[in-house]
């Protein structure tokens, strides 16, 4: 994770530490559920891109070919509505938070 690192402590996202670019996240299940009632607040949509760049070719589904998904992580920090509606947090937006499956390709 680049911008934030995973905070145990307080099961959250949270701030980076003094002269750490990147954070491992903690290994997660990925569990999809259908129809699944979007969540109103307390996640940040983190944007999980296949390498740093986070350029590719813009695919004809309208993303990157470079973007692999969006992962809610909980997050304590003001929460905003994006661009779509749905629950998200401008801190983190602002930041540049993403994740990445790999540092070097």
Known sequence: ??????????SSINDSLPKQLYAELPTTLVDPVKDREATEKGVYRLPI???L???G?????????NFVMWMEVPSNRTD???HLGEADQKEWIMGGVAAFCALKY
């Open 80 to 82: 905003i509505k994006n």
């Open 49 to 51: 891109y296949k390498i």
């Open 1 to 10: 994770m680049e911008g934030a690192r995973w905070d145990a402590a307080i």
């Open 57 to 65: 070719v813009l695919a004809t589904t309208g993303h990157s070919t």
């Open 53 to 55: 760049s986070r350029a």
